[in-house]
């Protein structure tokens, strides 16, 4: 991890009124730079040996200038040169992913958000710890595969957009699936409805959803299509297809909006309000955008199943705003949002507040 002292350094030494956002050319870059620019910021695009054409279909949502590199790695010996941009840097899945936590944390460039919340997001171990400790519900884990009894769902460690993940009904099912070379855990498959919940917290406006430390906003709400599951669940035949050589996966292909039951919104702030509050306790506090993977069952119980700590891709259908977010101000996306922080934070001179 790059010592707090040396990004408040490089910040120090930047144009505050110069600022350029950037990220890398895939995931949610495309609402990231259209509301970077609305904010009137400058953009740059990062990209890893690929090819930008597509960009040039969205012109909002193209970026001003693009950064190319060969490999995610190179992004450490391109440090300086991003740095005297004055490059702020927005992680999303795809970025953090590809280029590894780890990587991530030690890239000597400052970045939106608090990179410490990379840990316990990507290791599924201390992430059930984060969230159970503060309170949330969540599916029961099964820690020996020879012990399924039930319907479960196995998932691989990171933000991997759904790749790999397969239910088995018992250990055989269990060791036709597995790939011994990653880590993964085990939990129990819950019936109900998936939802995928945006909030935004902000650490240094104090006007709204007020925590013990700045607001909480609920921005949008999405479900996901899947790859083949939903398809090989309306077939009905899964044990058939299985003998066929076809098994179920839940790669994200796309994302749908979602409006819930207004009755359920009281408790998915406080959810998100507990997530936070636990974070400041374990790691001084995400901070940002991030979304609260729900189910919810025919009784209205919530159970939560993950964290992404970032933006994800289930904003993208928000662009130009949603039901949740209009409420807060009319076409507000997250990706403008994150643009919003920063320019508040440097206006008020707290760009150290919202900035590792």
Not at 256 to 274: C, N
């Amino acid at each position: 991890m790059v010592p707090k002292e040396r990004v408040d350094k490089i910040i120090e030494s930047y144009d505050a009124d110069k600022l350029t956002i950037a990220t890398a050319c895939s995931h949610t870059s495309l609402q990231i730079f259209d509301g970077a620019r609305r904010e009137g910021f400058k953009t740059l695009g990062i990209t890893i040996g690929q090819s930008t054409k597509f960009y040039e279909a969205f012109p909002r949502g193209k970026p001003d200038e693009f950064f190319k590199v060969d490999t995610y790695e190179e992004l450490h010996d391109r440090a300086a040169d991003l740095a005297a941009r004055n490059v702020v840097i927005v992680p999303h899945g795809s970025f953090v992913e590809y280029m590894t936590p780890k990587s991530f944390e030690a890239l000597e460039v400052p970045t939106f958000g608090n990179r410490r919340v990379l840990e316990w997001e990507s290791d599924r171990e201390k992430q059930r710890v984060w969230l159970t400790s503060a309170g949330i519900e969540m599916p029961k884990r099964i820690d020996d595969p020879k012990m399924i009894d039930r319907p479960v769902l196995v998932k691989y460690d990171g933000a991997k957009g759904g790749r790999g993940f397969f239910i088995a009904k018992d250990y055989p099912d269990f060791k036709l699936g597995i790939d011994h070379s990653q880590k993964f855990s085990i939990q129990e498959y819950i019936l109900g409805t998936r939802y995928y919940v945006h909030f935004f917290y902000s650490p240094v406006r104090q006007e709204g959803y007020r925590l013990t430390k700045g607001v909480l906003e609920l921005l949008s709400i999405d479900r996901r299509d899947e790859s083949n599951i939903d398809e090989m669940y309306k077939l009905g035949a899964q044990e058939e297809l299985k003998k066929l050589g076809f098994f179920p996966t839940f790669v994200v292909t796309g994302n749908i909006p979602v409006v819930v039951r207004e009755s359920i919104l009281p408790k998915l702030l406080d959810l998100g309000e507990k997530v936070v509050e636990r974070s400041i306790e374990l790691f001084g506090g995400m901070l940002g955008p991030f979304c609260l993977e729900c189910i919810v069952t025919d009784d209205m119980k919530i159970k939560v199943f993950e964290i992404s700590s970032r933006i994800v891709a289930g904003t993208n259908p928000f662009i130009s705003g949603s039901p949740y977010s209009d409420l807060v101000e009319p076409g507000l996306s997250t990706g403008r949002r994150i643009a919003q922080e920063m320019d508040f934070a440097r206006k008020s001179g707290q760009l150290k507040e919202v900035l590792t």
